[in-house]
């Protein structure tokens, strides 16, 4: 039997040539939310992996909605054309489709760098005021953040809109909502991070389903559209599997493509069970009681586990992060594992395992001779 891992998968318009994904990835690396040459560099990588969608990081809709100083936006013409010359060294590269996260940190903005200790920016590390659904601090020694009032919820639905087209004028195949992780999205949806005391608060789904229908509307439908949801806050109280069946059904009404299904990072007191895995069961869930296309990720690693989790009918898509940055080649080693053929760019087609003496399977002990 042919395995799934490497079965091409429709989302919305566009073709996957197989179904492993590149997890969006924060590199922390840009220079006022725009891409140097370290994106460049490592985008270029991960569109030789043979990975049938490569996402692009987390990139702030504002200034104020980036994690760190340091992480990618899509606010200003120089964001775009930065972003636009990374992203066209892929496209010459590969024909794998390429997608960005479109994002706000919210009350988890203003915040260092991981390398840095990446807790709240100091008083000398130009911090800035972050922002909320309520005035509720991440966790001690964060700042506490604005609440975000309705004028400046109606500001902020232009900014994802605004940010939309220029992924679109910049290239992009498909954008991706981010409302998990304790961004902003995911603060409006958890009991935890929402006590607002107006329709925002009484619905707390209200604005993360405004913003996604501000983006369906901005976004051609010959493209792709997905928005990567959690599965639970891990955390007593919090928003759990039930409420993550629900959000993926509106979204899939909206007219979304797909959900990529994570979990966790919205308090500090989250009690999790890390294993590999262990966002499979939240994105068997949605896919059987919502309907939606489901993509996961968390600790899949193995070639074989991959392939199980998609022959369960758990998910429709596996997505990689960690085990793709330590072996870039994974996508090529999985597919001699399964003994398929993938096509490998023209200047590394001598590392092919057919022309290795002895199995097919067989790899080199030393280098080769160039």
């Not at 398929?340 to 399977?361: C, E, F, I, N, T």
Request: charged content about 20%; overall charge positive; proline content about 6%.
């Amino acid at each position: 039997m042919s395995p799934l891992l490497f079965s091409p998968i429709q989302l919305g318009g566009i073709t996957l040539p197989n179904r492993i994904a590149i997890s969006p990835m924060c590199q922390y690396s840009a220079d006022d939310g725009s891409m140097t040459d370290w994106h460049l560099a490592h985008l270029v990588s991960m569109a030789c992996s043979g990975a049938g969608l490569i996402m692009v990081e987390a990139t702030g809709v504002t200034r104020e909605g980036r994690i760190s100083h340091n992480c990618t936006g899509l606010y200003s013409d120089h964001n775009e054309a930065a972003m636009k010359r990374v992203l066209d060294a892929c496209k010459r590269i590969t024909r794998s489709p390429i997608g960005v996260q479109l994002a706000h940190a919210g009350r988890k903005g203003s915040a260092q760098v991981p390398w840095d200790g990446g807790k709240a920016l100091g008083p000398g590390e130009s911090p800035w005021q972050a922002v909320a659904p309520s005035a509720i601090a991440y966790a001690d020694g964060w700042h506490v953040p604005h609440e975000l009032s309705v004028a400046e919820l109606v500001a902020l639905k232009d900014s994802f809109a605004k940010a939309a087209r220029r992924a679109l004028a910049a290239g992009f195949d498909l954008i991706e909502l981010h409302a998990a992780h304790g961004y902003l999205m995911h603060q409006f949806l958890s009991p935890l991070s929402n006590r607002r005391q107006d329709a925002y608060g009484s619905d707390r789904m209200k604005f993360p389903l405004e913003v996604a229908r501000v983006l369906r509307e901005a976004w051609p439908k010959e493209r792709a559209l997905d928005a990567r949801i959690s599965g639970s806050d891990w955390a007593e109280g919090g928003f759990e599997i039930g409420d993550a069946v629900v959000f993926a059904r509106e979204l899939k009404k909206i007219g979304f493509d797909y959900a990529c299904v994570s979990s966790a990072a919205l308090v500090p007191q989250q009690k999790m069970k890390v294993e590999p895995g262990y966002n499979v069961p939240f994105a068997a869930r949605i896919r059987k009681e919502s309907g939606i296309t489901t993509r996961v990720g968390g600790m899949i690693a193995d070639p074989v586990q991959a392939e199980n989790v998609l022959q369960s009918g758990a998910a429709d898509q596996i997505c990689l992060a960690r085990a793709l940055l330590d072996n870039p080649r994974w996508v090529w080693h999985a597919a001699e594992r399964f003994g398929v053929k993938v096509d490998y760019p023209p200047q590394y087609a001598r590392v092919h395992h057919s022309l290795w003496p002895g199995s097919k399977l067989a790899r080199p002990q030393a280098a080769a001779p160039a």
